[in-house]
């Protein structure tokens, strides 16, 4: 898996490294072609991270219908 593409790392590799890049571009201290890239590295970063937020919401919304669809199908025994 080559991690230099962002698309390879899992949810918690890429926060962690976008986080790291904020901090550096916090801290300010970095020449402008530095910062350009690592703004650019944190974009894709950010991209990544937020394809795979949605990917997971839409995964618990079909679980979730899922659910429902299973409940409405379950027989209903007697009421007390």
Partial sequence: MDKDV????????????????????????????????LYERGTALYRRCAALLKDAELRIRQLSADLELSEEHEPKGPEP
């Fill in 6 to 37: 962002p698309e390879a790392l899992s949810f918690e590799q890429a926060y962690l490294e976008l986080q790291g890049i904020v901090e550096q571009l916090e801290r300010g201290n970095l020449p402008l072609e530095d910062t350009l890239a």
